[in-house]
């Protein structure tokens, strides 16, 4: 395991600094980069009344693809389990009943 580096990562006009793993750096960098681009589009496009509102339709707009996964994989799960039952329940119908085999 490798030792932690120090960055300085500027985002919405603040330094944050922090300690992590060197491989790590590029996905900081990058993710700090695109919320200042997601920052500025806002800035731009909307109405906003300070850096707050900004940086908290960022975090809505960043956040929302990771919990529409979620409810996603919930749907999908909740469906998946419904499935099963019926499948259960044909399976134990079929087991209750007497076959006769044709030779």
């Known amino acids: 395991m490798s030792e932690k580096l120090r960055i300085s990562l500027k985002i919405a006009d603040r330094v944050y600094p922090l300690k992590i793993f060197p491989e790590q750096e590029e996905a900081y960098r990058k993710a700090a980069q695109r919320i200042n681009e997601q920052i500025r589009f806002f800035e731009q496009n909307f109405p906003v009344k300070d850096r707050q509102d900004s ?18 994989e919930e749907y999908q799960t909740e469906e998946n389990i419904e499935k099963l039952k019926n499948i259960y ?3 134990t119908e079929l087991s209750n009943k007497d076959y006769c085999l044709q030779e």
């Open 89 to 91: 329940q044909t399976l």
């Open 55 to 72: 940086l908290a339709m960022c975090a809505i707009s960043l956040a929302m693809p990771l919990s529409h996964e979620g409810l996603t």
